[in-house]
């Protein structure tokens, strides 16, 4: 099937500082990629749809200042947490539509992020 | 706002038994719903896709009532290794949308 990739794996950072994470489709084109988050015990939450090439869509009560996506192309969006804060600790996981698959995501395997 | 609700259990089964789990959605317009896999700590894959009454796949049997907004999961004997948290979905709308999940059904399988 296919393969969705992402970067880092895991990220401890203090409080303050802002955090790259990187989703990377790996063979096959994705013009659409989400990113959600699950916090401990958690159902995953749609954080956001981000589209290639155009600005993201996000879901009612996600800052979109605070939670920075970049599709810069096609087998590539980045989700940058601005000024991370311990509430933003959570795992984070990409998704993105597999060619050819009826409605079917393919996530990568999330990134634990941990603010002190 | 679309919600998908879902016992969380924990489901605690004996090896080689039979176990089943409902799961309802609000939003009537959904015509395809999912069931995924969740490990502790990992993402969530795929297990099941339901379009239309049900779709069996081995041991793994989904259905559909649309009557009723819900969506079933059947799992016969069951093995250790099907102890996992199990997520139903549902899309947001049509096409390449975002997904709602359930808060996932706890299932844990004993020996």
């Known amino acids: 099937g296919a393969v969705v990739s992402q970067h880092p794996s895991r990220v401890i950072c203090k409080s303050g500082t802002s955090v790259k994470i990187e989703c990377r489709s790996l063979?096959?084109?994705?013009?659409?990629m989400f990113w959600y988050r699950q916090f401990p015990k958690q159902s995953l939450m749609l954080m956001a749809t981000?589209?290639?090439?155009?600005?993201?869509?996000?879901e009612q009560g996600v800052e979109k200042d605070k939670f920075l996506i970049n599709h810069a192309s096609l087998t590539l969006s980045t989700l940058t947490v601005t000024s991370a804060h311990p509430e933003d600790s959570s795992f984070y996981i990409c998704?993105?539509?597999?060619?050819?698959?009826?409605?079917?995501?393919?996530f990568g395997p999330g990134t634990r992020l941990t603010v002190l | 706002r679309k919600e998908v609700e879902q016992d969380p259990g924990p489901f605690n089964v004996p090896e080689g038994a039979t176990v089943a789990f409902n799961c309802t959605y609000s939003?009537?317009?959904?015509?395809?719903f999912f069931w995924y896999r969740q490990d502790c700590r990992k993402e969530p894959k795929l297990l099941m896709s339901?379009?239309?009454s049900g779709n069996e796949d081995g041991r793994f049997t989904a259905q559909l009532n649309r009557a009723s907004q819900y969506i079933s999961l059947l799992i016969r004997d069951s093995k250790l290794s099907d102890s996992a948290t199990y997520l139903c979905v549902a899309p947001d709308g049509g096409g390449a949308d975002g997904l709602t999940f359930g808060k996932g059904t706890h299932l844990i399988i004993q020996p």
């Open positions: 063979d096959f084109q994705a013009t659409t």
């Open positions: 981000s589209n290639e090439g155009s600005k993201a869509t996000y």
């Open positions: 339901v379009y239309s």
């Open positions: 998704s993105a539509f597999g060619q050819g698959a009826l409605n079917e995501q393919f």
């Open positions: 939003n009537s317009a959904s015509q395809s």
